[in-house]
């Protein structure tokens, strides 16, 4: 059996984020003999969202399928293009009506891969409930595939947690997202489903969750609004490598990945 090798790339942050992408994709997809890629694009138009250039874009460079989470909204221009484009997901738990969908199933060589994307409400909005919507859709996407990633985008380790133990058995990884800071808890779960708590920040090193970290500073120090910026400089690639049994769609593997492009 040759295993079926999935990259999940963590949050894309502005133009740092997008320029780490780039240069370091090509090079992984044949270096790790990837054959899917799935990447968490809100925040990649300066940390706010993402527009359908930036979206057609990724497309472009190699990956294959785009998660996204709160800050989907932020640009109103993707409202045109995510019901066109179903490439690209919003949580899959916003209220029926919602533009866009929340689920995808795509095709990974001779495989069929099911990529679905949830948000927690814990700290977040209370939009409907992600652990309801999820057996929803995986009574849908399993009869169409076994091989199924689920990215949680959520605030709360817990609630990311509660999600990996709650689809362990029944999805191939459950990838945590939103924190920005990639968490040392990547492991397979009995039932064979591979769990990370937070992919990481694909985007500048030297910054607060992604943000220029004097704006950061000063928003603490004085509690009023500013406007936030990603910060430059040395920017890197976070994330992981599953491998998964395309028979089963249990995972055989999870790996932290990490690349840093110099400032
Ligand atoms: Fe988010």
Known sequence: MKALTILCVGDIFGEPGRRALVAFLPRLRSELQIDLVVANVENAA??????????RGFLEAGVDVMTSGNHIWDRKEILGYIVKENLLLRPANYPSGTPGVGSVVVKAGAHQVGVLNL??????ASIDCPFAKADEELERLRTETSVIVVDMHAEATS????????????????????????????????????????????????????????????????????????????????????????????????ERLRRDLPG
């Open 46 to 55: 300066a940390g706010f969202g993402v527009t359908p250039q930036l979206a």
């Open 119 to 124: 948000q927690g409400r814990t700290f977040m």
């Open 159 to 254: 609630e990311k947690q509660a999600m990996g133990w709650y689809l362990d058995g029944r999805v191939s990884a459950v990838v945590g997202t939103h924190s920005h800071v990639q968490t040392a808890d990547e492991r397979i779960l009995p039932g064979r489903t591979a769990y990370i708590t937070d992919l990481g920040l694909t985007g500048p090193v030297d910054s607060v969750i992604g943000v220029e970290k004097d704006l950061a500073i000063q928003r603490f120090l004085t509690g009023m609004p500013n406007r936030f910026e990603p910060a430059k400089g040395r920017a890197a690639v976070q994330g992981v490598v599953i491998r998964i049994d395309p028979e089963t769609g249990g995972a055989v593997g999870i």
